[in-house]
């Protein structure tokens, strides 16, 4: 069972992905827990969800929560159907290494459907008291 979620919405804007890790570091200090994972795998969800996941004037929600066990998952949302595919590693490319980063720092990520469609892209993130 998870303690209730920190919630924020932003606009589906490149510029609002630091409002985003600020979010996730104040919840995470209120946790008592290091936030760094957190702020960088929260960065690659939102940047996704605005690349590819949101049109103009769209807005992605952010959320933070931590399980009773002491896991701890942030997730983006956002209304694009198509669920995220981890690219195979390309070293010319000047992008498309967002999930490779996540799945490096993650226990374990994963997406799902929206019933009122979209997507919500999770990731557990190590709980590691400061």
Not at 13 to 31: C, I, P, Q, S, T
Not at 96 to 116: F, M, S
């Amino acid at each position: 069972m998870a303690v209730e979620p920190q919630t924020l919405v932003i606009k589906a804007e490149l510029g609002a992905v630091r409002e985003a890790r600020e979010f996730v570091a104040l919840a995470f200090g209120g946790w008592g827990l290091e936030d760094f994972a957190a702020r960088t795998v929260v960065s690659e969800l939102v940047t996704n969800a605005i690349r590819h996941g949101s049109r103009e004037g769209d807005h992605v929600v952010v959320r933070a929560y931590r399980w009773e066990g002491g896991g701890v998952v942030v997730e983006a949302w956002d209304r694009s159907d198509v669920l995220p595919v981890v690219r195979p590693v390309d070293f010319a490319a000047e992008s498309g290494r967002g999930l490779q980063l996540v799945e490096a720092l993650v226990r374990r990520w994963g997406a799902r459907p929206l019933n009122e469609g979209g997507k919500v892209v999770w990731a557990e993130v190590e709980a590691v008291e400061v």
